[in-house]
């Protein structure tokens, strides 16, 4: 069964920073694309970014709105699947999902974790 | 970037057909072999998956879900649509440059 557990969410104030880590299980995870979205309090899904595999050169792309405070990085050893978020907004507050989005039918979430930007 | 626009709520009756477009140019022609996929949301869930590459279900989906795109509008069609169906639709869509969400249609079966 493919899993996707993230973790590393909370509260944090304006202008710090977190990360946020997410294991992945059930899957050849060093062959997928990884993404980050988000999703605001009652607003819409919201793509961060993502990072390809490493035989694609592991390049990582980001949304605007995130580009130059977050980066996505991977272990493929650990299953492991990262975002270090810096320099957070209130705007930044949100659900983060860990996702493989669809390749095909393939389409696997995690369960998402808050991450809430206040002072 | 491209924008994935869709209506921010439909509401049908319960049997009756729900339809939900997404317009952009985030949709190519065929050539280009660019996909429209269709998320479900309900409250306080991860999104899943109804329909992908434009018109297929994924299994356990029910047969009144449908999925279509001309070239620049894909549509989400749910025929007789029930009272739990009532939740957020987004479509999606992708390119070399990134993945692109609309804004996601409220879906009110009543």
Redesign the interface.
Known sequence: EVQLVESGGGLVKPGGSLRLSCAASGFTFSNAWM?W?RQAPGK????VG?IKRKIDGGTT?L??PVRGRFSISRDDSKKMLYLQMNSLKTDDTAVY?CTT??V??N?N????TLVTVSS | ?YELTQPPSVSVSPGQTARITCSGDALPPKYETKFA?W?Q?KSGR??A?VI??DS?R??GIPERFSGSNSGTVATLTISGAQVEDEA?Y?C?S?DS????????TKLTVL
């Open positions: 993404h979205v819409g899904l919201e793509w993502r792309d949304a605007a999902y989005l669809p095909g039918v389409d979430w995690g369960q998402g | 970037s996929y998320y949301q991860a999104p998956l992908y590459e297929k994924p299994s957020d987004y999606y992708t440059s990134g993945v692109f969400f609309g804004g996601g």
